[in-house]
């Protein structure tokens, strides 16, 4: 075992409530370290995608080494279920990466589920980063493994300056950065559009666990979704109209999911309108007041999380501060060791 290995990350913290795993963290990054780069839900389209995702990661200062099937393809999944489970599982078990980068989303990932090695994550902590359907691994692994992980960008984003410099302060340096709700810098007097939404006020503590809701509506019913008591829950969904949006928000309230959270978050909703019937709805924040402020706890929306160029990144796991009037999010906990 390297000396990033298994048994120098693994936290001295006891079992956490409900039998969970001990916390693990993977290293911090430095520059020349390898990442390990996995499809585990949609597919490549051709090996020049492959490249250019490799030449982001090497303007990152890091070494690419792509999964032995990054370029498979089974339908619109990158390979069968096992072949992209082996791939996660071959890049934990690799000494020689430090941590492991998704390319991209899409689904499939919730399909893999069953043949990760839990046991193997546990033993090999590493950095694990990725969004929109990655969520599914991302809780899953902190579920059955106790590992942190980075929300944030696929490899094949765009990442812009301001998304670059937020990564890396949490997977260089192990920061504990305070989110808040962009200023407002239109033409008008008050904020119109990206601004601070709250449902319920004052302020609360948690572990931040949470991504994209039609992927954690998915997991509910399954052993991979994690307890979410006293969570600080996060979510961010886009392409899914008003009323969808209720009936997964519905979903997890009835599931018992929501009643149990110290606070919540939801980012970005992009493009989430109904085309049909754009004034017969419920806005998308009345769907959201109507199911969070009933809860009692600080929520809000409004962080530049999602699907969007400039996304914030959030160290799953890790304990966060947030205030719904204030519209912050205060990072309590490094991702990383």
């Not at 990158?78 to 791939?87: L, N, P, Y």
């Not at 390319?103 to 929109?132: M, T």
């Not at 009936?247 to 919540?264: C, D, E, I, Y």
Request: with cysteine; hydrophobic share 40%.
């Amino acid at each position: 075992m390297s000396g990033f290995g298994a048994a120098a990350l693994l936290s001295a913290v006891p079992h956490q409530a409900g039998g969970s795993p001990p916390l693990a963290r993977g290293a911090r990054l430095r520059t020349g370290d390898t990442v390990g780069l996995v499809c585990p839900a949609g597919f490549v389209g051709d090996r020049f995608g492959v490249e250019q995702v490799s030449d982001t990661v090497r303007a990152m200062g890091l070494v690419p080494k792509p999964a032995r099937h990054l370029l498979s393809r089974e339908g619109y999944l990158a390979g069968t279920d096992e072949q992209r489970a082996d791939d996660l599982n071959t890049m934990f078990a690799d000494d020689t990466v430090r941590a492991i980068f998704a390319v991209r989303g899409g689904w499939g990932c919730q399909r893999v589920l069953p043949y990760v090695d839990f046991d193997l994550i546990r033993a090999h902590p590493k950095l694990f980063v990725g969004s929109s359907d990655i969520t599914a691994l991302l809780l899953a692994n902190w579920g059955k493994a106790g590992l942190f992980g980075i929300h944030g960008p696929n490899a094949s984003h765009s990442w812009p300056p301001k998304t670059w410099s937020d990564f890396r302060a949490l997977a260089f340096e192990g920061a504990l950065p305070t989110y808040t709700v962009p200023p407002w810098q239109g033409p008008g007097l008050a904020p119109r559009g990206d601004r601070v939404q709250t449902f319920g006020g004052g302020t609360a503590t948690g572990r931040l666990l949470g991504g994209n809701l039609s992927v954690i509506s998915a997991m509910v019913g399954t052993s991979f979704l994690p307890d979410f008591t006293g969570a600080i829950l996060f979510l961010e969904e886009t392409n899914e109209a008003e009323y969808r949006i209720d009936r997964m928000l519905t979903q997890l309230a009835q599931a018992g999911v929501l009643k149990s959270l110290a606070g919540v978050v939801f980012g970005q909703c992009t493009n989430c309108t109904n085309p049909g019937a754009p004034y017969s709805n419920y806005t998308v924040y009345e769907v959201m007041d109507h199911h969070f402020r009933p809860l009692g706890v600080p929520a809000f929306s409004g962080l530049r999380i999602g699907h969007i160029s400039d996304t914030i990144s959030l160290p799953v796991g890790a304990e966060v501060r947030i205030d719904a009037d204030k519209g912050t999010l205060q990072v309590l906990e490094a991702a990383v060791a």
